[in-house]
T-cell receptor, first 113, second 113 residues
Framework: GENVEQHPSTLSVQEGDSAVIKCTYS??????FPWYKQELGKGPQLIID?????GEKKDQRIAVTLNKTAKHFSLHITETQPEDSAVYFC????????????FGAGTRLAVHP | DSGVTQTPKHLITATGQRVTLRCSPR?????VYWYQQSLDQGLQFLIQ???????AKGNILERFSAQQFPDLHSELNLSSLELGDSALYFC????????????FGPGTRLTVT
């Protein structure tokens, strides 16, 4: 089945620095790649997503890049702020009759003032 | 606020008991998904309903069942509860099925003692 690996598991940065989280997947038929942010005590919040016909997508300080050949995608957060501290999850949509999101194990991001 | 509501927020029950978790999707969304989040297993997809019909199944135990009602709210029933069922249970909704953005509710924290 589909396997999604996410790295690093923890990431600590200084306020204003950039943060990059990477995910790799195994099923080449996967075609939808969302990223979620989960704050303590809350449900995952969709922050950005990318589809397989696009290589990069930006939304203010966050961006996602996709390399379908290498089967990996990354989340980039620039000018980090303390409120960016949370757990971030990548996910891969598995189609072909399965119709489900497979999540990575998560990255705990800490942004220090 | 994603627009997805879940009740109750917390649930404490004993082994062997049965509980029902409730979810109301965002206005206009036809799909409801259930996920389990535990420390050792991460976010695991359980089941999806689309407009009242089961559409996809994940790692859902036979002791668990779900349904979606004509008003599109959904219930997840967990029976013969075991200590290992203690987890956060999230509901998500989307407009369609397939590669649609999924929006998560705040979750129900289940503790089995």
């Amino acid at each position: 089945g589909e396997n999604v690996e996410q790295h690093p598991s923890t990431l600590s940065v200084q306020e204003g620095d950039s943060a990059v989280i990477k995910c790799t997947y195994s099923d080449s038929a996967s075609n939808y790649f969302p990223w979620y942010k989960q704050e303590l005590g809350k449900g995952p919040q969709l922050i950005i997503d990318i589809r397989s016909n696009v290589g990069e997508k930006k939304d203010q300080r966050i961006a996602v890049t996709l390399n379908k050949t290498a089967k990996h995608f990354s989340l980039h957060i620039t000018e980090t702020q303390p409120e960016d501290s949370a757990v971030y999850f990548c996910a891969v949509f598995l189609s072909g009759g399965y119709n489900k999101l497979i999540f990575g194990a998560g990255t705990r991001l800490a942004v220090h003032p | 606020d994603s627009g997805v509501t879940q009740t109750p927020k917390h649930l404490i029950t004993a082994t062997g008991q049965r509980v029902t978790l409730r979810c109301s999707p965002r206005s206009g969304d036809l799909s409801v998904y259930w996920y389990q989040q535990s420390l050792d297993q991460g976010l695991q997809f359980l089941i999806q309903y689309y407009n009242g019909e089961e559409r996809a199944k994940g790692n859902i135990l036979e002791r668990f069942s779900a349904q979606q009602f004509p008003d599109l709210h959904s219930e997840l029933n967990l029976s013969s509860l075991e200590l290992g069922d203690s987890a956060l249970y999230f509901c998500a909704s989307s407009a369609g099925t397939g590669r649609s953005e999924q929006y998560f509710g705040p979750g129900t924290r289940l503790t089995v003692t």
